[in-house]
């Protein structure tokens, strides 16, 4: 079990670019989860799928941010436009069901918008 | 103000020796309080979970839980280096709404 990977480890990109964060849980986990990690507002919900459907996206900018899950091997983050406020560590988590039960943590993308 | 609030900011601990982690939530609808621990380039990991009022002890970490105050600490006993890491506390508000996490206590365990 290799656990959650994410890929790029570290992502660069210009200011108004588009970033693209990729995801792939724990085989058999059901629910998928997006978080934001910065210094200064520490670890942040964006959004939520279970089997592949969109839950919950209360989190997420609504104007440059998208997320999908378009098999249950893999999610996407996508941020259009990148700002540098947008600078941070995007992890992805999963989970076999619900809220209640252990969420297993990526170890992270780096994003850095210069 | 966040609303899962976590002090000390920072603890330095002797190894061998006890750290004691605290944690208040502001709001009192909590479903779950989760300990998660995150090594520098990693992510979180969990440690444990408490729902009840009292103690849960899993090996050398004990969760304790006053739901009437909205508060949880974490113990840690006989600290050793490899427990030097950022720990955090989380609540389930809403099951469609998930973690929210408090900022963080840094734990470091000197020789």
């Known amino acids: 079990n290799a656990g959650v990977i994410q890929t790029p480890r570290h992502k660069v990109t210009g200011k108004g670019q588009e970033a693209t964060l990729w995801c792939e849980p724990i085989?058999?986990?059901?629910?998928v989860f997006w978080y934001r990690q910065t210094i200064v507002q520490g670890l942040e919900f964006l959004t939520y799928?279970?089997?592949?459907?969109?839950?919950?996206d209360s989190g997420m900018p609504k104007e440059r941010f998208s997320a999908q899950m378009p098999n249950q091997s893999h999610s996407t983050l996508k941020i259009q436009s990148t700002q540098p406020q947008d600078s941070a560590v995007y992890l992805c988590?999963?989970?076999?069901?619900?809220?209640?039960?252990?969420?297993?943590f990526g170890p992270g993308t780096r994003l850095t918008v210069l | 103000q966040q609303k899962v609030q976590q002090s000390p900011e920072s603890l330095s601990v002797p190894e061998g020796g006890m750290a004691s982690l605290n944690c208040t939530s502001s709001?009192?609808?909590?479903?779950y309080f989760w300990w998660y621990r995150q090594h520098s380039g990693e992510g979180p990991k969990a440690l444990m979970?408490?729902?009840?009022?009292g103690d849960k002890k899993e090996g050398r970490f004990t969760a304790h839980l006053n739901k009437a105050s909205l508060h949880v600490s974490l113990h840690i006993r006989d600290s050793q280096p490899s427990d030097s890491a950022l720990y955090f506390c989380?609540?389930?508000?809403?099951?469609?709404?998930?973690?929210?996490f408090g900022l963080g206590t840094r734990v470091s365990v000197f020789p």
């Open positions: 709001d009192r609808n909590f479903q």
């Open positions: 979970s408490i729902f009840s009022d």
């Open positions: 085989s058999g986990h059901s629910a």
């Open positions: 989380a609540a389930i508000y809403n099951y469609a709404q998930g973690l929210t």
């Open positions: 799928f279970r089997n592949q459907a969109p839950i919950d």
């Open positions: 988590a999963s989970s076999l069901g619900d809220w209640g039960v252990e969420q297993y």
